[in-house]
């Protein structure tokens, strides 16, 4: 029996590294560091699920390296951690509905999985992304019927010849 609670001990008793050399846990502290990254990949996805949210806006040096991340910033502590989001809202939508929504799902998703405690969600909005012009839209249209006259008339053309 000893023999078993030695090994226990022993187990408690090493520290686990991760592929990239840094400290995940060790006996003393039971510390799991989880990277900025995976953090900013689970508050941007949470956020883009809210409607209204048009797209995530990519700046400074997230956007020249073309990170996965980008348009999320996050600043991790030991057991807590700060995220900024850059986004795009669509034409109509309620801004401020649209930023607490993506607040309270950026914390309920990156608090239930990863255990971090979200101190903030800073929500940025810069820009709106407006809806195509009806104009637009029937320009299109006229486009295709123009389109189909044309080649009912070669048709026609060539059964005649």
Do not use: C
């Not at 030695?6 to 510390?31: F, M, P, R, Y």
């Not at 020249?64 to 669509?90: A, C, P, R, Y």
């Not at 239930?112 to 940025?124: D, E, K, P, R």
Request: proline share 1%.
């Amino acid at each position: 029996m000893s023999s078993d609670k030695e090994k226990d001990e022993k187990k408690n008793e090493e520290i686990v590294e991760a592929s990239n050399g840094e400290l995940v846990a060790d006996s003393d502290t039971h510390d799991i560091n989880i990277s900025e990254e995976v953090v900013a990949t689970i508050a941007g996805l949470a956020a883009q699920e809210v409607k209204g949210v048009a797209a995530l806006n990519a700046s400074g040096i997230s956007e020249v390296f073309g990170m996965k991340t980008k348009g999320v910033k996050v600043q991790n502590g030991e057991k807590e951690t700060v995220i900024d989001v850059s986004l795009t809202v669509d034409y109509g939508s309620r801004i401020p509905d649209i930023a607490w929504e993506v607040q309270n799902r950026v914390t309920t998703q990156v608090e239930s999985m990863t255990g971090l405690h979200v101190v903030a969600v800073n929500v940025h909005v810069q820009g709106v992304v407006m809806p195509k012009k009806k104009n637009e839209k029937l320009e299109q249209k006229v486009d295709a019927i123009t389109e189909v006259e044309e080649v009912a008339t070669n048709e026609e053309e060539k059964k005649e010849e």
